[in-house]
C-alpha cells in the first residue's frame, strides 16, 4: 500500500535506462515520488515534459517502493509541498548529462587520467545549470532536502550527483514493496 512520500525506483527499459543503470550499478533508472496516495498521485522530472503529476495507475514502468526508515525524521507535507512548487519546471538535460558522464568515466576507471578535465567540465556545465530545472533522481533529493530536512543520500555531495542507485543504496530508506 501506497503512502505520501513514498519513492518509487523504476526499471525503465530502453537504452538510455540501459546506460543509467549500467552506470551506476543499479537496477534502476528512474524516481518518482509519491505527493498523494489517497489520489494516487505522483511526481517526477522527465525529458519530455519536465516536472510533471501523474496518476499511479497511469504508470506503466516496473518499479520498486522505498521508504524513508521510521527513525528518521523529516516534513512530510514540506516535502509535497516542495514537488508540487516544482511542477512544471524544465528538465535539468545539463545536469543529467555531466552525471552519465561521470558515472561514465567512473565505470571506464578514467577518472583519475582525466581528473582535470573531469572539474573543468563539471564547472562549465555549472554555469549553464539553472537553480529551476531538474532531472528525476534530483528532484527526489532535493524535495526531501530543501522541504523535508533530510538528506535521503547523505554519502552523495548534492541532488546534481544523485542518482536513482543512489537513492536505493542508501542507509536512510528501505524497500517496502514492488
Known sequence: MLQDGDILLCKSRGLISWL???GT???YSH???VASAKLGLIIEAVPLGGVRAIHVGNYKTPYDVYRVKAEHEYQLTEVVAYLIKMLARKYDFISAIKLGWKMF???ARLVKLLGL???QMKRAADTLQEN?????SELCYEAF????????VPTVGDGETTSPGDIARSEVVERVGG
Open 20 to 22: 543509467i543503470k549500467w
Open 25 to 27: 550499478n543499479s537496477i
Open 31 to 33: 524516481v518518482a515520488v
Open 105 to 107: 568515466l567512473r565505470k
Open 117 to 119: 578535465k573531469i572539474i
Open 132 to 136: 529551476n530545472d531538474y532531472f528525476c
Open 145 to 152: 532536502y530543501f522541504g523535508g530536512n533530510l538528506d535521503i
